[in-house]
């Protein structure tokens, strides 16, 4: 019996992911009681003094719970794992669109130009190693809003792979494509759309990708630092409650919804990829 | 004053050296002319400026000298006037094989409807055998396809001159010989002048009306006009029968293996031009001497 690689692939999958879990569940387990606890040790909150990481079982079933019922909205410190994600994805997606807005069109002038790309490359270079949370105390006093700082943030660090990689794909337009829009008499701004843009596309989104990934691994550290909400808000406030169960369920939700992030991009690159 | 529909005058393409040498000199004093509805070939080994020529034919390229008048207008920048067929078909990938068409035609006459574009584009997809592939992808069809709708592009467009840079040099010996033959049917069909580069002698002599042969580079010249006296409609097959045909294949293979390197340089070059323009030759006018000395040569030699 042979079977598709992706199904002997999926078996190794699930089986490495049984394992990790029984590990898991195996070296977290509470010590077994063998006798009733008295009663001083009721009051003082049970028998174990050991603290432990949560059990996969535990986050399981608070993953269920919580799922269950994302929206709710408890309080500032009570709302449910869909409001968090929610406000994050919105910081990110206005980030990264507002950046896009900037990068792509300057990344377009740094591309066709020499001159400017000789002229704007030392500004690139100095800015773009710059941790993105190194700009939020500038950007808190400068804004003077939690809010539109974190997104400050997310725009910043989004721009920079946006910006290089679009030039990068509209300086390396073969120069036969260019030249076919010479020939068929193509002003300048149906150069840049009906032949500049769809060439240097894929490089493009390429850039796109790597930027709403930076995004939102940066959303997390931002929204711990400026609080109020989001996902990185949930996770640091869960461990100021010593409440680790809703932690590594954060951190779950953290990776499936950059991956899904992360695939809706690479869907959006496959509609715009083509073959030479 | 010139009575050609284009006229060459004195061009030349130099590079500055680098550092403070004398610049170099690719070609110079080109001088020619190609009539309205003729199709012009142009032979010469690698390096003696014939792309060169051609793009600057086509507005793409800067001579360093001289000029290139079509029409009575001299040509500066490149035209929709000027149609031109890449060596690398240069379509454009992300488009399918209709919408590279409609691409150009769209360009050529911007006021016509949608439904005048499309077909106007599948007609010249008609004229060129790719009926049923409008909708493929050009990395989904052979090269000898590509070719055609690169071939297709530029005569949809129907421009007073066809630039073609040695459009099958990519291609295969069969796929050439079938796209020639649509060539020439289409070329029958438009009257459509053209200006070709080639590296192969029997395809300029099945297609051209006269063949232009330059001396090689550095300093190369545009020495002789060779008139192909074959009458039309030629055939591949039939082509090399006509008792013609060898006396114009061994004089243009005798030009490029041995008179082209002689006359290189720029004192021979110049000496072999009549006044400034290139010496006319009819091979099958010109007394057998030369010629028939070397096939009698090659003939002992067998």
């Known amino acids: 019996m042979i079977h598709s690689l992706k199904f002997r692939a999926a078996i190794v999958s699930v089986v490495l992911l049984a394992l990790f879990l029984g590990i898991w569940e195996g070296l977290n387990a509470p010590p077994g009681d063998t006798e009733p606890l008295t009663e001083y040790e009721k009051l003082m909150g049970g028998a174990s003094q050991e603290a432990r990481v949560p059990q996969p079982s535990a986050v399981f079933s608070l993953a269920l719970e919580e799922l269950g019922n994302p929206f709710y909205d408890a309080g500032p410190n009570d709302k449910g794992i869909g409001i968090q994600l929610g406000y994050s994805l919105y910081r990110v997606l206005t980030g990264f669109f507002m950046a896009a807005l900037v990068a792509l069109p300057v990344g377009f002038l740094v591309g066709m130009s020499p001159l400017m790309q000789k002229a704007l490359n030392p500004f690139i270079q100095v800015l773009k190693p710059i941790s993105p949370l190194a700009w939020m105390p500038l950007a808190l006093f400068i804004i003077k809003d939690s809010e539109a700082s974190a997104i400050f943030v997310i725009f910043i660090c989004s721009i920079w792979p946006m910006l290089i990689n679009t030039a990068f794909g509209v300086s390396n337009v073969r120069q036969d494509w260019v030249n076919v829009a010479r020939t068929h008499e193509l002003g300048h701004l149906k150069t840049a759309f009906q032949v500049i843009l769809p060439a240097a596309a894929p490089t493009i989104l390429t850039g796109m990708r790597i930027s709403i990934g930076i995004a939102w691994l940066v959303i997390v550290a931002a929204e711990m630092l400026v609080g109020g909400t989001g996902i990185g808000y949930y996770v640091w406030n869960e461990w100021n409650n010593l409440d680790l169960t809703s932690v590594i369920f954060s951190i779950l939700m953290i990776g499936i919804v950059g991956m899904l992030l992360d695939a809706a991009l690479a869907s959006v690159n496959r509609l715009v990829e083509y073959q030479e | ?302």
């Not at chain 2, 031109?84 to 240069?90: A, E, G």
């Open chain 2, 1 to 302: 004053m010139s009575s050609h529909f284009v006229e060459v005058q004195g061009l030349a393409k130099r590079y500055p050296a680098p550092g403070r040498g004398e610049p170099l000199t690719v070609f110079e004093d080109a001088n020619f002319g190609i009539d309205k509805g003729e199709f012009v070939c142009i032979i010469g080994h690698s390096g003696c400026g014939k792309s060169t020529i051609l793009n600057i034919l086509a507005g793409l390229d800067e001579a360093s000298d001289g000029v290139v008048v079509m029409n009575g207008r001299e040509v500066a920048g490149p035209s929709l006037e000027r149609g031109v067929v890449f060596q690398n078909y240069s379509l454009l990938p992300w488009r399918s094989t209709l919408r590279n068409i409609t691409f150009a035609v769209q360009a050529r006459w911007p006021r016509w409807s949608r439904e005048e574009v499309n077909a106007h584009s599948l007609r010249f997809l008609e004229l060129v055998g790719l009926k049923g592939v409008e909708q493929r992808k050009p990395s989904q069809l052979s090269g000898g396809m590509r070719q055609r709708v690169s071939i297709a592009r530029a005569f949809a467009t129907q421009p007073q001159l066809l630039l073609m840079d040695e459009p099958f040099g990519a291609l295969d010996a069969l796929t050439r010989g079938m796209i020639q033959e649509e060539l020439i049917r289409i070329w029958e069909e438009t009257h459509q002048t053209v200006f070709m580069i080639t590296h192969d002698v029997d395809e300029a002599i099945l297609l051209a009306d006269r063949i232009l042969l330059m001396t090689n580079g550095p300093q190369a010249r545009v020495a002789e006009s060779v008139q192909v006296a074959i009458p039309r409609p030629r055939q591949r097959t039939d082509i090399i029968h006509h008792p013609d045909y060898y006396r114009i294949r061994n004089h243009l293979v005798d030009f490029l293996v041995n008179r082209s390197k002689e006359l290189s340089g720029s004192a021979a070059g110049a000496e072999a031009q009549v006044g400034r323009y290139p010496r006319i030759v009819d091979p099958t006018r010109e007394p057998e001497s030369a010629v028939a000395d070397q096939e009698t040569c090659r003939q002992a030699a067998m």
